[in-house]
């Protein structure tokens, strides 16, 4: 079986936007035993994506379209494989009542192409959208397959790890179903990662180990097909005992959630409370964990003290703690440790998290870009304080201090509830 | 003149790196006001090259290639090409001496193969490598323009921006140059933005407008091809005229920056500062204006009060306020105009923003999901609170919840400073 990825947009082709889901999609088809062996970008033109088909369909059976299903005169990816294929369009009716309920509960008048997002061409299985309104469409045509998804990456990625991976499978006539588990990897790099486990990815074909990168973490999908979901436990368990060998202590989960989940689900099971201060990373430890659905039990919030003021006047920190000659500063070890037991206090939580440091592109009080310390502090104990140095740009920093400071939090959790 | 460009690399195939080469080629090309028609990434695989360069051929006329010109057996792109044109190869002597000497250099062996990397293709001009080993090459064959380019972006990019873009320009002899401008809008949807400017996208084919959605935001790129930068800027200015004359409330800026930075910039011309306590977002509000540097001038930072207990510890709301028969609760007008009161009282800053409201994924305090309120309390104004109704998924409506005051405060900013 081989495939083709073509994604369909102008702005791709202008440099506007990173091809992300092409390779989101090839992992995707990796996991799944397709070879890709050509990835298209094609732009918002009809004779140029009908070319793009043709070629795709002299070298692939099975051709997955990301982009052109919107409402814009410029989404035409539908469109221009039905008439290539000699098919009419109708309209999805569960996606249509999705958009007309968008609509008419925002009070907003809908105009008349966005209906457009709710066809599917003639034969086609409807691939219904949970993030967004553009159905998904699969269909096989004379030995051919297409599938047809979303170009958003927030809504492409979901359609396709469940509607899109079962057509898929069903379209390829797969007898066995595939089974597979995410372990998810937290204090370790993908490259670091992926030598410790090497003997383990590149020698056994059954399971499969696809490491992926994440968001400032790192995860690896393993996968197998067997007969039953029991025979496939016990053969995706001794892939996973194998790991745990060499790397268990950045496991943190054996599934998808991200670190924040997975700190949020320890506090929830120990029942124990948190709350932050932050200040280079601006609200975004906040931001992740309040992403957690229901964290709002475990997570009380915190504050954002971005500037000196700000954290004398919220956390009480002494200004000359912050400035003035031979102070430490606000990015210091001292601060840190301050901030965390500060706004612990404050919110009476069970645990204070802080962090200060410099997040660029500047550096700030003379101190390097990338010097970030954050701090535990734990009702009853001594309050645990950490440097790091980290490189990358101003975004990435901030993500990776705070997966730092999650990763910490998530160690002392796990110790002391074993 | 018509492009494609060719990323070789089964890496790229297995989705273990982003294609961020074809991106920075696409806008080189733009820029050079070169059309790139489609973009093609193909493996490390002899027959499957050949056929992606007869494939490019029939459609564009400058191929340009990045990937496998390193040391190893799997970097074939020279060999393919060179094959195809029924070329020999010939070393490029101070490639080679490049080479030798880093080897020497360094103390260690070089294995023969290294030397394959000081290869030329007979009749190419050679581009040397300032960053790395691998030589690259630009040869035109019977109409037809190769362009060779390393594949790390570390080698490739400083390789396109020096003898890369000079063997173009001199190979094409006289294109006239792109000039492009990013219009960004807020306060409007990308389909309802489109509808308005129907005419302009339709009809217009010099300069052009292309639309391209943003994470909670949408983007136009008026481009035209001009003699002189002042050719251009009149053609854009004329065009962003007629766009303005139809949806100039929702044009924040004319560049390529998100929503906070526009009200950031605004804030620092004004010389006020802004404050935020949040609730259903969760420090998303905090996150996203701190990710503008040298934000700290113009945001001092905020609280994030996601439970009652933190509303009334850090805000001093009384609990009467939040719970109990009776009380408005922590989702409501006028929760979210003490909130943003409060904060803005407590940093003595110009501007509080609160956000209080149900990202779900269920109801709260049986109020639905998607129901936002947004207050502005301004120093010495009455507090402006506004009542938003937003579908998605929970991290959807946060980002749109956000930006929906990020507009609001905009609009503010703007009007004051007129």
């Not at 034969?123 to 051919?144: M, Q």
């Not at 025979?231 to 060499?246: H, P």
Request: glycine residues 10%.
């Amino acid at each position: 079986m081989k495939a083709e990825i073509i994604a369909v947009g102008t702005e791709l082709l202008l440099g506007q936007i990173v091809n992300t889901n092409a390779q989101f999609l090839s992992q995707e088809l990796a996991a799944l035993g397709i070879d890709v062996y050509y990835q298209t970008v094609v732009g918002d033109n009809p004779g140029r994506i009908q070319s793009a088909i043709e070629t795709a369909r002299s070298r692939a059976d099975l051709l997955v379209f990301t982009g052109g299903l919107g409402p814009t005169q410029d989404d035409l990816t539908k469109d221009v494989l039905a008439a290539y294929l000699n098919r009419g369009m109708s309209i999805h009716g569960p996606s249509m009542e999705q958009i007309e309920k968008l609509f008419s509960s925002r009070g907003i008048h809908m105009v008349e192409s966005n209906k457009r997002q709710a066809h599917t061409i003639d034969g086609a299985e409807p691939l219904f959208n949970e993030a967004g309104l553009a159905v998904g469409n699969g269909l096989s045509v004379d030995g051919t397959h297409y599938l047809l998804l979303p170009g958003p990456p927030r809504e492409m990625k979901p359609m396709m790890e469940g509607a899109g991976r079962q057509w898929i499978r069903q379209a390829l006539g797969e007898s066995q179903p595939l089974y597979s588990r995410v372990l998810r990897f937290a204090g370790i790099g993908e490259s670091n990662l992926e030598a410790k486990l090497l003997d383990l990815i590149d020698g056994q074909s059954d399971p499969t180990l696809a490491p992926y990168a994440k968001e400032g973490e790192v995860a690896i999908r393993v996968s197998t097909k067997a007969a039953t979901e029991q025979e496939a436990v016990r053969k995706i368990d001794a892939t996973v005992q194998a790991v745990k060998d060499r790397v268990g202590e950045h496991l943190y989960a054996q599934e998808d959630i991200p670190l924040e989940e997975a700190v949020v689900r320890l506090l929830r099971a120990t029942r124990r409370t948190m709350v932050s201060a932050e200040s280079c990373s601006g609200g975004l430890f906040a931001e992740l964990v309040t992403n957690v659905p229901g964290s709002s039990g475990e997570f009380a919030g915190g504050v954002v003290t971005y500037t000196n003021v700000m954290k004398h006047q919220l956390l009480g920190i002494p200004m000359t703690q912050l400035e003035g000659e031979g102070a430490p500063g606000a990015i210091s070890e001292s601060t840190a440790a301050l901030m965390a037991e500060r706004i612990r206090e404050l919110a009476d939580s069970d645990f204070g998290i802080s962090l200060t440091g410099v997040a660029g592109p500047a550096e700030s009080e003379g101190k390097p870009v990338g010097l970030v310390y954050f701090a535990i502090a734990e009702r009853g104990k001594p309050t645990d304080v950490h440097t790091t140095h980290l490189s990358g740009s101003r975004s990435i920093i901030r993500v990776r201090a705070v997966k730092a400071a999650l990763y910490r939090l998530w160690q002392a959790l796990s110790h002391s509830e074993a």
